[in-house]
């Protein structure tokens, strides 16, 4: 096995109703005042927030809100969180939400701490050297914020990039299942393939050559997200299901599924922040409608680990690895529309146009300076043919 570092200090409170200890929760950090921030108008509408502010009346804790955060949330309302957090010496900031909003609180955590503009960290140019610490009451399953040490912004021009770093790590998420199920069946079905591609990110790894309990691990996260995704689309007020999926979304991202490897690949996951920069289609379905192509693009690079993904998830009884490796794309698409998510462009919603493809691929190759992925690194050729197949 490889060495590894692996570093989860958030705090999990799981379960029915944990909501209520939100406020208890924020006072144990010594909050004196948080912002409790939130998207649009989810968390209103089921009477979330009204719980939430309640528990941090009954705890003393004061706070002031801002709401309205979108998917794939902007840099615009990120500058207004900063400003609000420092007119009001804000110590705290609580994210009501998934991704977007933590994502949200994390990049005004950056702003708050650091003097200068906060896009100079996801564009790598500095780097911050603290964050306001941050606690969540997550709404969905999917992107894995909550426990993870990255997030991704999108500015005016809809570049969209993201930024790693402990620092931000929350100091506690709060997860009740029964959270989840006032979502549209599109969003759960998004979160489903999101986790899914967080551990294959992590799976498509040369170097990951002795590495069982991990490799047990991830095969066991991705039949539990295949299994219990399914009952959701059918029922979704399964409480189960909806616990054994929002767990996962946790540990699909706080890299417990790829300790003793070298990273993962990543490069579907930029090919996507570029089409959701561009189009502002929701991560989860732009990662399902391009990931086939991609796989089908690079596989002959590594068909061991695409080989036994098949054998260890699929059950392909394969002997030729090359065989069993595409039997394994065929699989994890086939997976991807019985959730009815899109496995093209054209399913996504978007045609597009050679100028687009252009653009795509430039951004996504970081303006020509950087290549994709690991063990096929991508030029920006090589994303001009992808997107242009993945129509
Ligand atoms: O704004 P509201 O009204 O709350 O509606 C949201 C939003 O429209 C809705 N929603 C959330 N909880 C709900 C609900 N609707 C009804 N009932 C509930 N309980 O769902 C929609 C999507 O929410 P969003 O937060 O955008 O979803 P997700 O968690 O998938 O986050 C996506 C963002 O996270 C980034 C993505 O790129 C994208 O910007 N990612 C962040 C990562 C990270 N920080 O580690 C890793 C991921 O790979 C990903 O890139
Ligand atoms: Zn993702």
New binding site residues.
């Given amino acids: 096995m490889n060495n590894f570092q692996y570093y989860a200090p958030t705090q999990v409170l799981f379960g029915k109703d944990t909501e209520k200890e939100v406020g208890a929760l924020v006072a144990s950090f010594g909050c004196k005042k948080a912002l409790v921030h939130?998207?649009?108008?989810?968390?209103a509408?089921?009477g979330?927030l009204d719980r939430v502010y309640r528990s941090l009346d009954e705890s003393g804790v004061s706070y002031v809100s801002l709401g309205g955060?979108?998917?794939?949330?902007r840099l615009a309302k990120i500058h207004e969180g900063i400003a609000l957090c420092r007119k009001e010496n804000v110590d705290f900031i609580l994210a009501i939400?998934?991704?977007?909003?933590?994502?949200s609180a994390?990049a005004i955590g950056y702003g708050v701490v650091n003097e200068g503009e906060v896009w100079d960290f996801y564009e790598q140019r500095r780097a911050p050297t603290d964050c306001l610490p941050i606690g969540c009451v997550l709404?969905?399953a999917?992107?894995?914020?909550e426990m993870?040490?990255?997030?991704?912004v999108?500015n005016d021009d809809g570049v969209?990039r993201?930024y790693s770093n402990n620092i931000c790590r929350l100091k506690f998420a709060v997860m009740n299942p029964e959270?989840?199920?006032?979502?549209?069946a599109y969003?759960v079905a998004?979160?489903g393939v999101?986790i899914v591609?967080?551990t294959l990110e992590r799976w498509l790894d040369p170097k990951r050559t002795d590495s069982e309990l991990t490799d047990r691990i991830a095969v066991a996260l991705i039949k539990t997200v295949i299994r219990n995704a399914l009952i959701l689309k059918d029922n979704p007020r399964d409480y189960n299901a909806a616990s054994e999926i929002m767990w996962a979304g946790s540990l699909s991202?706080n890299g417990l599924t790829g300790c003793g490897g070298s990273g993962g690949d990543w490069s579907t996951?930029q090919i996507?922040?570029e089409l959701?920069g561009m189009f502002d289609v929701?991560?989860?379905a732009g990662l399902s409608a391009v990931w086939g192509t991609w796989a089908r693009y690079v596989y002959k690079a590594l068909p061991s680990r695409f080989a036994k993904l098949g054998v260890d998830v699929f059950g392909i009884a394969e002997s030729n690895e090359e065989d069993a490796a595409r039997l394994a794309i065929d699989n994890m698409e086939a997976f991807f529309k019985s959730i009815n998510m899109p496995i093209s462009l054209h399913e996504l919603g978007i045609d597009l146009t050679e100028e687009q493809v252009k653009e795509l691929a430039f951004r996504g190759s970081f303006f020509g300076k950087r290549k994709l992925g690991t063990f096929y690194p991508l030029d920006i050729s090589d994303l001009e043919a992808i997107y242009r197949a993945a129509k």
């Fill in positions: 939130y998207g649009g108008k989810s968390a509408k089921s979330l955060v979108v998917p794939n949330p939400g998934g991704g977007s909003v933590i994502d994390k709404t969905i999917a992107a894995g914020s993870s040490d990255s997030s991704v999108t969209k993201g959270l989840t199920f006032t979502l549209p969003q998004c979160g999101d591609m967080h991202h996951h996507e922040h959701s929701a991560h989860g």
